[in-house]
Protein backbone atom coordinates (compact mmCIF):
# COMPACT_ATOMS: atom_id res chain seq x y z
CA UNK A 1 0.00 0.00 0.00
CA UNK A 2 1.54 3.25 -1.46
CA UNK A 3 2.53 5.89 1.79
CA UNK A 4 0.76 8.94 2.21
CA UNK A 5 0.60 10.51 5.31
CA UNK A 6 -2.15 12.84 4.95
CA UNK A 7 -4.35 10.00 3.68
CA UNK A 8 -3.42 8.14 7.42
CA UNK A 9 -4.39 10.72 9.51
CA UNK A 10 -8.24 11.04 7.57
CA UNK A 11 -8.49 7.66 7.76
CA UNK A 12 -7.14 7.46 11.15
CA UNK A 13 -9.64 10.39 12.21
CA UNK A 14 -12.46 8.24 11.03
CA UNK A 15 -11.29 5.51 12.87
CA UNK A 16 -11.55 7.57 16.13
CA UNK A 17 -14.69 9.41 15.58
CA UNK A 18 -16.56 5.82 15.04
CA UNK A 19 -14.71 4.85 17.92
CA UNK A 20 -16.34 7.73 19.96
CA UNK A 21 -19.62 6.61 19.38
CA UNK A 22 -19.55 3.17 20.58
CA UNK A 23 -19.79 4.11 24.28
CA UNK A 24 -23.35 5.66 23.53
CA UNK A 25 -24.52 3.04 21.28
CA UNK A 26 -23.43 0.38 23.92
CA UNK A 27 -25.69 1.98 26.48
CA UNK A 28 -28.63 2.57 23.66
CA UNK A 29 -28.73 -1.00 22.94
CA UNK A 30 -28.38 -1.85 26.17
CA UNK A 31 -31.72 0.00 27.00
CA UNK A 32 -33.30 -2.71 24.51
CA UNK A 33 -31.41 -5.89 24.44
CA UNK A 34 -29.44 -8.36 27.21
CA UNK A 35 -25.15 -7.79 27.07
CA UNK A 36 -25.92 -11.41 25.32
CA UNK A 37 -28.41 -10.27 22.56
CA UNK A 38 -26.11 -7.24 21.92
CA UNK A 39 -23.09 -9.55 21.53
CA UNK A 40 -24.48 -12.31 19.51
CA UNK A 41 -26.13 -9.98 17.23
CA UNK A 42 -23.25 -7.42 16.95
CA UNK A 43 -20.70 -10.29 16.46
CA UNK A 44 -22.72 -11.96 13.35
CA UNK A 45 -22.94 -8.29 11.83
CA UNK A 46 -19.15 -8.17 12.14
CA UNK A 47 -18.78 -11.94 10.66
CA UNK A 48 -20.71 -10.88 7.88
CA UNK A 49 -18.82 -7.77 7.21
CA UNK A 50 -15.52 -9.47 7.57
CA UNK A 51 -16.67 -12.22 5.07
CA UNK A 52 -17.85 -9.73 2.31
CA UNK A 53 -13.80 -7.74 3.22
CA UNK A 54 -12.32 -11.05 2.49
CA UNK A 55 -14.32 -11.73 -0.57
CA UNK A 56 -13.72 -8.57 -2.22
CA UNK A 57 -9.44 -8.83 -1.36
CA UNK A 58 -9.81 -12.52 -2.64
CA UNK A 59 -8.67 -14.11 0.56
CA UNK A 60 -10.94 -16.24 1.36
CA UNK A 61 -8.38 -18.76 0.33
CA UNK A 62 -6.31 -17.82 3.44
CA UNK A 63 -8.58 -18.71 6.30
CA UNK A 64 -8.35 -22.35 6.33
CA UNK A 65 -4.47 -22.60 5.84
CA UNK A 66 -4.00 -19.67 8.61
CA UNK A 67 -6.10 -21.46 11.36
CA UNK A 68 -4.24 -25.12 10.65
CA UNK A 69 -1.06 -22.69 11.26
CA UNK A 70 -1.82 -22.34 14.61
CA UNK A 71 -5.08 -23.41 15.86
CA UNK A 72 -4.81 -23.17 19.76
CA UNK A 73 -3.79 -19.29 19.45
CA UNK A 74 -6.60 -18.76 17.23
CA UNK A 75 -9.10 -21.01 19.69
CA UNK A 76 -8.02 -18.88 22.68
CA UNK A 77 -7.78 -15.18 20.38
CA UNK A 78 -11.98 -16.00 19.32
CA UNK A 79 -12.81 -17.28 23.24
CA UNK A 80 -11.00 -13.90 24.29
CA UNK A 81 -12.54 -11.56 21.67
CA UNK A 82 -15.24 -11.59 20.80
CA UNK A 83 -16.56 -14.16 23.46
CA UNK A 84 -15.27 -13.07 26.70
CA UNK A 85 -14.20 -9.52 26.08
CA UNK A 86 -17.04 -8.19 25.10
CA UNK A 87 -19.80 -10.28 27.26
CA UNK A 88 -17.56 -8.42 30.24
CA UNK A 89 -17.37 -5.15 28.70
CA UNK A 90 -21.28 -5.23 27.72
CA UNK A 91 -22.18 -6.32 31.68
CA UNK A 92 -19.78 -3.32 33.14
CA UNK A 93 -21.78 -0.85 30.49
CA UNK A 94 -25.39 -2.43 31.68
CA UNK A 95 -23.96 -1.74 35.72
CA UNK A 96 -22.18 1.55 35.06
CA UNK A 97 -22.61 4.64 33.63
CA UNK A 98 -21.26 5.11 29.95
CA UNK A 99 -18.74 7.89 31.25
CA UNK A 100 -17.63 5.58 33.98
CA UNK A 101 -17.39 2.37 31.76
CA UNK A 102 -15.48 3.48 29.14
CA UNK A 103 -13.54 5.67 30.91
CA UNK A 104 -12.06 2.88 33.28
CA UNK A 105 -11.99 0.49 30.05
CA UNK A 106 -9.51 3.13 27.98
CA UNK A 107 -6.54 1.50 30.80
CA UNK A 108 -6.46 -0.87 29.08
CA UNK A 109 -3.02 0.16 27.39
CA UNK A 110 -1.42 0.07 31.52
CA UNK A 111 -3.36 -3.24 32.44
CA UNK A 112 -1.07 -4.59 28.82
CA UNK A 113 2.31 -3.12 30.11
CA UNK A 114 1.91 -4.40 33.42
CA UNK A 115 0.87 -7.84 32.07
CA UNK A 116 4.15 -7.61 29.46
CA UNK A 117 6.35 -8.01 32.25
CA UNK A 118 5.63 -11.74 33.41
CA UNK A 119 3.96 -13.03 29.95
CA UNK A 120 6.47 -11.22 27.26
CA UNK A 121 9.58 -10.80 29.46
CA UNK A 122 9.63 -7.06 29.02
CA UNK A 123 10.32 -4.99 31.73
CA UNK A 124 9.03 -1.71 33.41
CA UNK A 125 10.86 1.88 32.93
CA UNK A 126 10.64 4.51 35.50
CA UNK A 127 7.78 5.86 32.60
CA UNK A 128 6.04 3.03 33.00
CA UNK A 129 5.66 3.10 36.89
CA UNK A 130 4.33 7.13 36.28
CA UNK A 131 1.64 5.85 33.70
CA UNK A 132 0.68 3.18 36.15
CA UNK A 133 0.01 5.22 38.94
CA UNK A 134 -1.40 8.38 36.98
CA UNK A 135 -3.79 5.71 35.11
CA UNK A 136 -4.74 3.84 38.29
CA UNK A 137 -5.16 7.20 40.34
CA UNK A 138 -7.38 8.45 37.55
CA UNK A 139 -9.73 5.06 37.34
CA UNK A 140 -10.06 5.46 41.22
CA UNK A 141 -11.14 9.03 40.79
CA UNK A 142 -13.86 8.05 38.12
CA UNK A 143 -14.99 4.93 40.10
CA UNK A 144 -15.90 6.86 43.75
CA UNK A 145 -16.38 9.78 41.49
CA UNK A 146 -13.67 11.65 43.52
CA UNK A 147 -15.35 10.33 47.13
CA UNK A 148 -11.95 8.35 48.30
CA UNK A 149 -13.42 8.37 51.77
CA UNK A 150 -16.72 6.69 51.41
CA UNK A 151 -15.48 4.56 48.59
CA UNK A 152 -18.97 5.01 47.07
CA UNK A 153 -18.77 3.05 43.81
CA UNK A 154 -22.18 3.62 41.39
CA UNK A 155 -21.70 -0.04 41.21
CA UNK A 156 -19.14 -2.22 42.51
CA UNK A 157 -19.65 -5.35 40.14
CA UNK A 158 -19.61 -2.81 37.35
CA UNK A 159 -16.18 -1.16 38.21
CA UNK A 160 -14.41 -4.54 38.32
CA UNK A 161 -16.43 -5.64 35.56
CA UNK A 162 -14.65 -2.54 33.46
CA UNK A 163 -11.47 -3.04 35.02
CA UNK A 164 -11.77 -7.33 34.22
CA UNK A 165 -12.28 -6.18 30.75
CA UNK A 166 -8.67 -4.44 30.30
CA UNK A 167 -7.17 -7.56 31.60
CA UNK A 168 -9.00 -9.71 28.61
CA UNK A 169 -7.94 -7.65 26.40
CA UNK A 170 -4.64 -6.98 27.14
CA UNK A 171 -4.56 -10.82 26.99
CA UNK A 172 -5.64 -10.59 23.16
CA UNK A 173 -2.92 -8.35 22.31
CA UNK A 174 -0.36 -10.07 23.81
CA UNK A 175 -1.61 -13.76 22.70
CA UNK A 176 -1.56 -11.88 18.81
CA UNK A 177 2.17 -11.05 18.96
CA UNK A 178 2.68 -14.34 18.06
CA UNK A 179 0.18 -13.98 15.28
CA UNK A 180 1.66 -13.49 12.01
CA UNK A 181 -1.70 -14.26 9.95
CA UNK A 182 -3.21 -11.51 7.70
CA UNK A 183 -5.32 -9.19 10.22
CA UNK A 184 -8.72 -9.49 8.49
CA UNK A 185 -8.25 -12.70 7.92
CA UNK A 186 -7.28 -13.29 11.73
CA UNK A 187 -10.23 -11.24 13.07
CA UNK A 188 -12.57 -13.38 10.79
CA UNK A 189 -11.42 -16.75 12.42
CA UNK A 190 -11.73 -14.97 16.01
CA UNK A 191 -15.11 -13.96 15.20
CA UNK A 192 -15.84 -17.40 13.39
CA UNK A 193 -14.47 -19.14 16.72
CA UNK A 194 -16.41 -16.90 19.21
CA UNK A 195 -19.77 -16.51 17.56
CA UNK A 196 -20.62 -20.63 17.88
CA UNK A 197 -19.90 -19.67 21.89
CA UNK A 198 -21.76 -17.35 21.98
CA UNK A 199 -24.61 -18.79 20.76
CA UNK A 200 -24.73 -21.81 22.92
CA UNK A 201 -24.44 -19.03 25.70
CA UNK A 202 -27.57 -17.37 24.17
CA UNK A 203 -29.03 -21.02 24.59
CA UNK A 204 -28.41 -21.33 28.00
CA UNK A 205 -29.79 -18.19 29.16
CA UNK A 206 -33.13 -18.48 26.71
CA UNK A 207 -31.82 -14.99 25.13
CA UNK A 208 -33.76 -16.20 21.77
CA UNK A 209 -36.47 -13.57 21.79
CA UNK A 210 -36.76 -11.33 18.70
CA UNK A 211 -35.35 -8.33 19.84
CA UNK A 212 -36.67 -5.13 18.53
CA UNK A 213 -36.03 -3.47 15.77
CA UNK A 214 -34.70 -0.37 17.66
CA UNK A 215 -32.24 -3.04 19.42
CA UNK A 216 -31.46 -5.17 16.09
CA UNK A 217 -30.63 -1.76 14.22
CA UNK A 218 -28.48 -0.70 17.54
CA UNK A 219 -26.72 -3.72 17.26
CA UNK A 220 -26.00 -4.19 13.66
CA UNK A 221 -24.47 -0.54 14.48
CA UNK A 222 -22.16 -1.55 17.03
CA UNK A 223 -21.01 -4.51 14.81
CA UNK A 224 -20.49 -2.13 12.25
CA UNK A 225 -18.45 0.85 13.68
CA UNK A 226 -17.17 -1.05 17.30
CA UNK A 227 -16.11 -4.45 15.85
CA UNK A 228 -15.40 -4.35 12.22
CA UNK A 229 -15.45 -1.25 9.88
CA UNK A 230 -13.62 0.91 12.46
CA UNK A 231 -10.76 -1.83 13.19
CA UNK A 232 -9.97 -2.01 8.82
CA UNK A 233 -9.44 2.03 8.79
CA UNK A 234 -7.35 2.00 11.79
CA UNK A 235 -5.56 -0.83 9.64
CA UNK A 236 -5.51 1.07 6.45
CA UNK A 237 -4.54 4.27 8.87
CA UNK A 238 -1.41 2.75 9.80
CA UNK A 239 -0.57 1.23 6.77
CA UNK A 240 -0.51 4.06 4.81
CA UNK A 241 1.47 6.06 7.62
CA UNK A 242 4.78 7.46 7.18
CA UNK A 243 4.97 8.77 10.94
CA UNK A 244 3.01 5.72 12.89
CA UNK A 245 3.45 7.60 16.56
CA UNK A 246 1.48 10.64 14.56
CA UNK A 247 -1.28 7.89 13.99
CA UNK A 248 -1.28 6.20 17.09
CA UNK A 249 -1.79 9.97 18.89
CA UNK A 250 -4.97 10.74 17.63
CA UNK A 251 -6.63 7.72 19.83
CA UNK A 252 -6.18 9.75 22.67
CA UNK A 253 -9.31 12.50 20.61
CA UNK A 254 -11.05 9.45 21.54
CA UNK A 255 -12.30 9.38 25.34
CA UNK A 256 -13.09 13.09 25.39
CA UNK A 257 -15.36 13.03 22.43
CA UNK A 258 -17.22 10.43 23.53
CA UNK A 259 -18.04 12.30 26.45
CA UNK A 260 -19.43 14.69 24.45
CA UNK A 261 -21.85 12.17 22.49
CA UNK A 262 -22.78 10.99 26.08
CA UNK A 263 -23.36 14.02 27.36
CA UNK A 264 -25.37 14.68 23.95
CA UNK A 265 -27.34 11.62 23.26
CA UNK A 266 -27.35 9.90 26.32
CA UNK A 267 -28.20 13.19 27.96
CA UNK A 268 -25.70 12.25 31.23
CA UNK A 269 -24.52 14.93 32.88
CA UNK A 270 -20.63 14.34 33.19
CA UNK A 271 -19.17 14.29 36.89
CA UNK A 272 -16.25 16.47 37.37
CA UNK A 273 -14.55 13.67 38.73
CA UNK A 274 -14.97 11.82 34.86
CA UNK A 275 -13.12 14.70 33.74
CA UNK A 276 -10.41 14.65 36.51
CA UNK A 277 -9.75 11.12 36.47
CA UNK A 278 -9.65 10.90 32.06
CA UNK A 279 -7.20 13.58 32.40
CA UNK A 280 -4.89 11.72 34.49
CA UNK A 281 -5.41 8.34 32.57
CA UNK A 282 -4.44 10.40 29.04
CA UNK A 283 -1.37 12.21 31.04
CA UNK A 284 -0.37 9.06 31.86
CA UNK A 285 -0.69 7.20 28.74
CA UNK A 286 0.99 10.19 26.66
CA UNK A 287 3.68 10.30 28.66
CA UNK A 288 4.87 6.60 28.88
CA UNK A 289 4.61 6.72 24.61
CA UNK A 290 6.17 9.64 24.31
CA UNK A 291 9.18 9.16 27.19
CA UNK A 292 9.61 5.45 26.34
CA UNK A 293 10.19 6.15 22.70
CA UNK A 294 12.83 8.57 23.33
CA UNK A 295 14.41 5.83 25.39
CA UNK A 296 14.13 3.75 22.04
CA UNK A 297 16.13 6.44 20.26
Same mark, same amino acid.
Given at each position: ??? %???? #? @???? +?? *? =?? $?????? &?? !??????????????????????????????????????????????????????????????????????????????? %???? #? @???? +?? *? =?? $?????? &?? !??????????????????????????????????????????????????????????????????????????????? %????????????????????????????????????????????????????????????????????????????????????????????
Amino acid at each position: MEK %NQQS #A @IKFG +LA *A =VL $LWSTVA &TA !FKLALAHLSPTQLLFYASLTTWLLLSLILLKQNKLNQILPSFKSAPWRFTQLGLINPALYYMVLFEAYDLLPAQQAQTL %NYTW #A @ITLS +LL *A =VP $LLGQRL &TK !FDGLALVLAYFGAAVISTQGNFTELNFTSGLGVCLALASTVLWSFYWIINTKNNADPIVSLFLCFSIGLPVIAVIMTVQ %NQWQMPSTYGLLSAIYVGLFEMGITFVLWLFALKKATNTSQISMLIFISPFLSLCFIYLFLGEAIHPATIVGLCFIVIGLVSQQVMNKKLQR
